[in-house]
């Protein structure tokens, strides 16, 4: 009874890991996306090319 316990912990701790990591691949890509369009889109001041971020 205990190994077939392991076994489904051990499936259930793959597949949510499984699904964490494709969340966090989706959420890389918005932040990705994100951060190519504030070079696009970034605004301008007296004149000059300004940046959206400070840094």
Known sequence: MVPLLL???LALILFGAG???KILW????AVLVIWLLGF???????GRRGR????
Do not use: E, K
């Open 7 to 9: 076994v489904l912990l």
């Open 52 to 55: 959206w971020y400070r840094w």
């Open 19 to 21: 699904f964490a990591i």
């Open 40 to 46: 696009l889109v970034r605004p301008t001041t007296s």
């Open 26 to 29: 989706w959420i890389a890509i």
